[in-house]
Nanobody, 117 residues
């Protein structure tokens, strides 16, 4: 069983920054797809940022230019750098990892991000 543990959430003022971390209990070098999702109260979970083993990176339109996803293979950790935060970024943020052959999919427990003055 692979564990994903998020950290780095908190309360920040509009315009501020946070860096979320997702510690993975397995080498991230072999990950096929790694993503950050978020879910605000009353909303469905949405994909925010993602990278694939093939080098493709995706950002939702709502965060493009403000958020950056990256990974550190030496620490088996994936990050989400969030800049210029807005109140509408308030949500629980979850990381997700997928491996193929055989297929497996894992979620972290989530970390709360609140953007408010």
């Amino acid at each position: 069983q692979v564990q994903l543990v998020e950290s780095g959430g908190g309360l920040v003022q509009p315009g501020g920054s946070l860096r979320l971390s997702c510690a993975v209990s397995r080498s991230i070098f072999s990950i096929n797809v790694m993503g950050w999702y978020r879910q605000a109260p009353g909303n469905e979970r949405e994909l925010v940022a993602q990278f694939t083993r093939g080098g493709t990176t995706y950002y939702s339109d709502s965060v493009k230019g403000r958020f950056t996803i990256s990974g550190d293979n030496t620490k088996n950790t994936v990050y989400l750098q969030m800049d210029s935060l807005k109140p509408e970024d308030t949500a629980v943020y979850h990381c997700n990892a997928e491996w193929y052959n055989p297929y497996s999919n894992y979620w972290g427990q989530g970390t709360q991000v609140t953007v408010s003055s």
